[in-house]
């Protein structure tokens, strides 16, 4: 087996481990996508890991995020990061310290769009650890979501243009990814507030939030319309489905959705998509 394959099966072993919730639907898509957007998606987990580590610095994250946005812009070396990720290795997952490897899976073709996207990630993220992540406005909510989650789904319309020429709204695609990462704040919510950390703008209730994500949840079933191939459309519309039912389970007052709950719902798409 050749250093490819074995890493890219690496990588879908790394990617169940990291996230259970983005194996589901990243199941539905051909060899090249599951590759290329597994790919991606470590990528991405690898600068999240970096922006969301609880007993790293902040200084410390600032220059890791902010190096590793001027190596995803220019060449990146493999070299190059191993020396500067090896001082923080008893702090950084195995999904951060092997981000090579993530870029060396991706095609070739889509990986410098891949880079683009991790490296504006990377530097978002740099600047709002520089603001200690204090969000005022919602035009500070929408930078901030842009920065950790609208960016997957621009990334995701850049693969998808590149493997079929779909083409999706740009606005739309950013608030599937914002859609998301909104709920992921409100079924937080709690926890967050526990531990002193709050996301939600100056005088902003907990149902101001819930009406954030329902408007990007709208625009992101807006997002996926345009798209015929029927394994990418299932791949953005399991993650949809569970949003909007993890929403309606948290208005109602439950932490979250049972993976019967779950299971339930990826069963019914996909019985739907057999009968359409």
Not at 30 to 59: F, N, W
């Amino acid at each position: 087996m050749s250093k490819v394959s074995n890493l890219q099966k690496e990588s879908l072993i790394m990617l169940k481990e990291t996230s259970r919730t983005f194996f589901i639907p990243i199941s539905f898509l051909d060899s090249t996508l599951k590759k290329t957007v597994g790919s991606a998606y470590l990528c991405m987990r690898a600068i999240d890991e970096i922006e969301d580590h609880p007993e790293l610095e902040d200084q410390a994250k600032i220059k890791l995020l902010s190096t590793i946005q001027q190596m995803l812009e220019t060449d990146f070396n493999e070299h190059a990061y191993l020396e500067l990720v090896t001082p923080y290795k008893e702090f950084l997952p195995p999904v951060t310290m092997r981000l090579a490897d993530w870029l060396h899976v991706c095609p070739e073709e889509i990986r410098g769009k891949v880079m683009e996207s991790t490296a504006i990630m990377a530097g978002g993220m740099s600047k709002w650890v520089e603001k200690n992540w204090v969000i005022q406005t919602q035009d500070d909510l929408d930078e901030y979501t842009y920065y950790v989650a609208g960016l997957v789904g621009t990334m995701l319309s850049d693969i998808w243009h590149w493997h079929d020429g779909t083409v999706t709204d740009p606005d739309h695609a950013i608030a599937f990814g914002r859609g998301l990462q909104a709920v992921n704040m409100l079924r937080n919510y709690d926890e967050d507030f526990e531990r002193g950390v709050t996301f939600v703008p100056e005088g902003w209730t907990r149902e101001d939030m819930f009406n954030y994500a329902k408007n990007n949840l709208a625009k992101a079933d807006l997002y996926v319309q345009p798209i015929k191939n029927k394994r990418i459309l299932m791949f953005c519309k399991v993650p949809l489905a569970l949003a909007h039912s993890t929403l309606k389970a948290l208005k109602s007052g439950k932490e979250k959705m049972s993976r019967v709950e779950v299971e339930g719902i990826v069963e019914q798409l996909k019985q739907e998509e057999r009968l359409s």
